[in-house]
């Protein structure tokens, strides 16, 4: 749909125009869906998570009080990401999280750049997760900051396994990553 707005997308949607909402449909719900599904959902998961967050959308758009600061479809993809994290938690579909380090320390990051950001380290985690245990085990003593030596020591495994190891995967994960359709619309924005 050429031309549509910012503000006749919130009209449509708090309106229930059939013609904004099948449009907003088409182009959130793949996005919506790339995301659940690497983070160990399913499709129905996908379906449940959308619908539940346009009526709250709805809800939020027909209070007169409620002011959204970001484009709508920005803040409805925040609110399905939430959605879906509180239900895997809840549900304990979320294997590992919180692997990588914090990667925006940095104060001239704008608010846009630290989502895309977010988005990419959950891309890294949905991968991640689907690591062998062994596999993860070396990573996490990776980000620990431990070296080799260490990591030899409490693994079992000789140093030049556990570099190889380390780039092999490393080079996997890459691969597979930017082949990923979720990486590929990040890359696009």
Known sequence: MKGITEQKIRE???????IILT???KKNFPLVKNYILLNSGCLE???D??????LLLYLKL????????TPIQNYF?????????KKANRNKKVLFKDVLKDVWNHEESTVIE?????DRKQLFHAYFSNLQDTTKRLWQLIFEGKDYQEMAQITGCTENYLRKKKSE????MIQSILKDPVFKELVKI
Not at 12 to 18: A, L, S, V
Not at 62 to 69: A, S
């Open 12 to 18: 449509g949607i708090k309106n229930g125009d059939e």
């Open 62 to 69: 027909r209070n007169p009080e409620f002011m959204i600061r």
């Open 77 to 85: 993809y925040g609110v399905c990401k939430n959605m879906w994290l």
């Open 169 to 172: 995967t490393k080079k996997s």
């Open 45 to 47: 998961d996908t379906e």
């Open 114 to 118: 630290k989502l895309f950001q977010k």
């Open 49 to 54: 998570i959308f619908q539940d967050a346009l």
């Open 23 to 25: 449009w907003f449909y």
